[in-house]
């Protein structure tokens, strides 16, 4: 595991890395983001629709296979759902984009 890997363990996508809580927060929904560049991460999906669950996400990463475009995240087949705060899914990465 390199240096930024081990920075990513553990945080919410979307908070800095100097933050002195870069955890999940009470009352959210997180989607647990398998594999790529982000593998780790919480993504909070707080308020998501079932169709923006079912789109997955294109998240801007400096880490990706082309920095400064997106790493593309989507739940995998009959992947389960559960309802409420916490983490309730896992996305997989799919691919990178420009």
């Known amino acids: 595991m390199n240096g930024d890997e081990q920075l990513l363990r553990g945080r919410v996508y979307g908070h800095d890395h100097d933050d002195p809580d ?44 082309f920095p400064g475009g997106r790493a593309l995240y989507g739940p995998g087949p009959d992947e389960p759902r559960l309802a409420g705060p916490g983490v309730t899914c896992r996305f997989y990465h799919c691919g990178d984009s420009p």
């Open 22 to 65: 870069p955890g999940p927060r009470p009352g959210q929904t997180y989607a647990h983001l398998i594999g790529g560049p982000l593998d780790g991460l919480l993504l909070d999906v707080t308020g998501w629709t079932p169709k923006e669950m079912d789109s997955g996400a294109a998240l801007p990463t400096e880490l990706g296979q």
